[in-house]
């Protein structure tokens, strides 16, 4: 199976700076998908961006950037101009294309505070 | 926008009770998931479900646990005979089957076993 690691427990950010939030994944296959989530204190599972393998061009959604080095099997998630909204865990996941299952693989997650 | 619901949102059960947790996937979606995640600890995935059968399970998703698709639209997990162990927060999530995989999640039952 596959493993996705998160090396941060806990992360702070003063509001308004940037964060980047670590990942780490091994995995043989060639195509996959990478995933961050957010889960605020509502422990809802909140999508925030997404990342084909074969696509070499960084996802981007508005404050949300991801460094996705695929050698070294690095997903990074990078928020700009944090706001105090943006205090969750965050989770990194893989989903592999193959099969049928579709499932994910998450990390132990991140705990992101956001200082004012 | 649509969205994937769960009852109930908390629940309390005594050891050694059966437990039904509800799910309505997005109605055009065709996977279904359920993951659990116990208190502190990362997300895991427990079982798959595609054409009314079960694609993929884990290892956790031992004979105490069941799931299915009564009707068009609710997809339940069952726990036969709930252990201390089995609480967790327990998220219900589907996709509509594009290669993306982009799985959205519901808000997720809490389970309290005493």
């Known amino acids: 199976a596959q493993t996705v690691t998160q090396s941060q427990p806990e992360m702070s950010v003063q509001e308004a700076e940037t964060v980047t939030l670590s990942c780490t994944y091994d995995?043989?296959?060639?195509?996959?998908?990478l995933f961050w989530y957010k889960q605020p204190p509502s422990r809802q599972m909140i999508l925030v961006i997404r990342?084909?393998?074969?696509?070499?061009q960084n996802a981007t959604e508005n404050r949300f950037s991801v460094n996705f080095q695929k050698a070294a099997k690095s997903f990074s998630l990078k928020i700009s101009d944090s706001q105090l909204g943006d205090a969750a865990m965050y989770f990194c996941a893989y989903r592999s294309p193959l099969g049928t299952g579709n499932q994910f693989y998450f990390g132990t997650g991140t705990s992101l505070t956001v200082i004012p | 926008e649509p969205e994937v619901t769960q009852t109930p949102s908390h629940q309390v059960t005594q050891m050694g009770q059966e437990v039904i947790l509800r799910c309505v996937p997005i109605s055009n979606h065709l996977y279904f998931y359920w993951y659990r995640q116990i208190l502190g600890q990362k997300v895991e995935f427990l079982v798959s479900f595609y054409n009314n059968e079960i694609s993929e399970k884990s290892e956790i998703f031992d004979d105490q646990f069941s799931v299915e698709r009564p009707d068009g639209s609710n997809f339940t997990l069952k726990i036969r005979s709930t252990k201390l162990e089995d609480s967790a927060m327990y998220f219900c999530?589907?996709?509509?089957?594009?290669?993306?995989?982009?799985?959205?999640f519901g808000p997720g039952t809490r389970l309290t076993v005493t």
């Open positions: 995995t043989s296959e060639s195509d996959y998908y």
């Open positions: 999530a589907s996709n509509r089957g594009d290669l993306l995989g982009w799985q959205y």
């Open positions: 990342q084909e393998a074969y696509k070499q």
